[in-house]
């Protein structure tokens, strides 16, 4: 994971980003993702997807919102979380979660980090499309960088008024009429519930999830706005309604995507099944190659987290690790020391993995692990 000499360039200008910052924790593997840009492409379930929400937000308010798919990803810490009103303690902030480019810049971890910026150029209703950088836990559903959409509508006094309404109902209800507006525009029937939820940056906030595969599948985060980032970056009497959209979330849904890995595949297999603007397609899976489990255990330290074992499985195994999964946990009773195993399933979308080839990455996992984590192998 040398990151020396290693330059990203933005999706605006070529700023040269110098990544040998010691607080830099972003990997080659992440950093080649910077200027990929699913979202712009219009043959691909993710441009694909963009576009239809796009659609529909033209056809409820022709003309009214501002679209935005190019802000680079490389933002500054306070963009990100303070001018949202991210508390200084709150666990997304720690490097165990966010990349850090260096200690005050960050691949924005959510679209939120856009919306104060915007409020202060005077925007009033936006979309702002983009890839966002999680370090997080590896299964079919979650992958370090992924795609949101972040919408926000300000209202005024005459809004809420001329429909006899206290402000914050107003936007609460506007909010979740134009959601479930657009979970129906993009799904037909579909089976949803919302959850009350928490942000910093909303309140009252709610989330909604989808049933897809057998479970609740989390699609957006949204709420109403927090008025203190109105009164700073637009004006007062003011409310608003902001969400955050999950793209390969609701494109999983969707085009029946079983795996978040494919997103990222180069294999026409894949990328042949799409086409711009045909949203009624269901994704065939060609053949699934078998997946290869190995397991590592090892006593833990108390500087061990699972987000940085996944980074490291990532760091050496790409696209090929298909999950990390926790299958023991105990503490022996007289050393009070604790064990984990984890179980790593290897899998490529793509091909079948020789034997040889799985052994290798488990080896260099087990002693990269070993080094780089601070656990003792069993
Ligand atoms: N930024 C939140 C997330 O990434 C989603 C969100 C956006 C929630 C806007 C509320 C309002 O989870």
Known sequence: MTRMGKYCYSILHSCKV?????????????FQKIGINLHQQPAHPIGMIKAAIHDYFDRQHPGSFTKFDNLTPVVSAKANFDEVLVPADHISRSPNDTYYVSPDTVLRCHTSAHQAELLRQGHR?????????RRDSIDATHYPVFHQMEGVRVFSPEDWHAAGMEATQFAEGELKRTLEGLAQHLFGKVEMRWIDAYFPFTDPSFELEIFFNGEWLEVLGCGVMQQQILEKNSGPDQKAWAFGLGLERLAMVLFDIP???????SDQRFLKQFKTG????????????????????FWISDAFTENNLCEVVRGIAGDLAEEVKLIDNFTHPKTGRTSHCYRIAYRSMDRSLTDDEVNALQ???????????????R
């Open 18 to 30: 110098i990544t040998d910052h010691p607080a830099n924790n972003v990997t080659d593997s992440i």
């Open 125 to 133: 209703a936006f979309l702002v499309t983009g890839d966002v950088y």
């Open 259 to 265: 795996d978040i890995r494919l997103f990222w595949t």
């Open 278 to 297: 045909d949203m009624s397609i269901k994704f065939k899976s060609y053949s699934k190659y078998p997946p290869c489990y190995k397991d590592v255990a």
């Open 363 to 377: 080896e260099e996992v087990r002693s990269t692990v070993a080094d780089k984590l601070k656990v003792e192998l």
